[in-house]
């Protein structure tokens, strides 16, 4: 396998990547601050309790949709829907949710149907231009994506439920992680992701497949490279899982390779622009677990969320270079436990979710 040295968006290399640390408290001024809700969200409504937060998407409206997993709850901390009841409370929250803008459920649905295949375990929300609800899943079986209304109507399936072929299978997908569909195309891309190692496109109306690449916009290869090792440099393969993806106002795609630690961006037909390596000595889980931009026209801003170091990671999109973090492991308000997703509405607000212990969301409000 051969391996590519890191480097920065401008081609600096591992040096300056390296380096790039030495610029944040310079440049951090510059760039925006965020200061934790501690009144967001809402207590939910009967007794509900949420389980690992798997996904997280705003809608045109800024309401905060997610979904999560309901068997990731314990059975104490279930324990009035145990046979018999161990505990006067709780109950796990149905799996997918939409809260308002103050942080109450407005809406909630989700599970096992006839019509579709419902995945083994939740990964990935998003809603588009459209307002319909897509969902994704990384259980071993999960090669489906699923299309409903906001009201939880079932659309469409794409793929089928332990059909993956890998990473050139043109009518399944294999673990897809996140989704993004471009609204002047009405084209869904998909982070596939838990056992692919791709960007692949389909037609959103019809869910017709349309093109897919693997890193550095070659054909993707379904062979393992083995672990990350910071002294090697990243690899010319994506490593799993593929794990986020975002278009930006220009037509630019951002995804997250999170076990390699950077993002490579792409035009909108796989042509390879360039990448960026995120604190490239970070191991185990990776850096760079999704992707946001912020709420400006120009999109200036580009979030990172990094669930293995537990911070928010802040990049200059003009420069890739990054400016600024915030965040750190623990419980309380504004700490992260498995930061996992992240999203940004129209004033700018990120909202975040916690995966494996965390199970929670939290809003940091823009600071001016």
Not at 144 to 172: P, Y
Not at 282 to 288: I, K, P, Y
Not at 323 to 341: A, D, E, K, T
Request: charged share 20%; proline share 6%; with cysteine.
């Amino acid at each position: 396998m051969k391996i590519r040295l890191q480097k920065s968006v401008l081609g600096a290399g591992l040096a300056a990547t390296l380096a790039l640390s030495a610029l944040m408290h310079s440049t951090a001024t510059a760039a925006p601050v965020f200061e934790v809700d501690r009144y967001w969200p809402q207590e939910m409504p009967e007794d509900w309790l949420l389980g690992q937060v798997a996904g997280l998407s705003i809608d045109s409206r800024d309401h905060v949709w997610i979904v999560h997993r309901q068997g990731s709850i314990n059975d104490t901390n279930a324990g009035a829907v145990q046979d018999p009841p161990v505990a006067m409370c709780c109950t796990p929250a149905p799996p997918v949710l939409e809260l308002d803008t103050e942080g109450s459920v407005v809406n909630a649905w989700g599970g096992e149907s006839d019509e579709y295949d419902w995945p083994q375990q939740m990964h990935g929300i998003y809603v588009d231009h459209n307002d319909y609800v897509w969902l994704g899943g990384n259980g071993p079986d999960d090669h489906q994506i699923l299309k409903f209304t906001m009201d939880g109507e079932f659309v469409m399936q794409i793929g089928a439920r332990g059909a993956n072929q890998g990473s050139h299978d043109t009518e399944n997908v294999g673990g897809p992680a996140n989704m993004f569909v471009h609204a002047e195309t009405n084209e869904l891309y998909v982070a596939d992701g838990y056992q692919n190692r791709r960007i692949v496109v389909f037609d959103a109306e019809t869910g017709d497949y349309l093109r897919h690449w693997g890193a550095y916009g070659e054909e993707p290869v379904d062979v393992d490279p083995g672990p990350y090792d910071p002294t090697e440099g990243v690899s010319d393969t994506f490593r799993t899982p593929v794990h986020g993806v975002v278009i930006s106002h220009d037509d630019i795609l951002y995804m997250s390779d999170r076990p390699n630690n950077r993002v490579q961006m792409f035009q909108l037909d796989g042509t390879y622009i360039d990448e960026v390596v995120v604190r490239p000595e970070t191991l185990a889980t990776g850096s760079t677990w999704e992707i946001a931009l912020s709420h400006d026209p120009q999109q200036r801003w580009l979030y990172v969320p990094d669930g293995t170091n537990n911070v928010i990671w802040i990049l200059e999109r003009e420069t890739m270079e990054i400016v600024n973090h915030f965040g750190r492991g623990g419980r309380q308000p504004g700490h992260f436990s498995w930061l996992h997703n992240l999203d940004v509405d129209s004033q700018g607000n990120l909202y975040t979710a916690e995966v494996l212990d965390g199970h929670r969301i939290q809003r940091f409000l823009l600071q001016d």
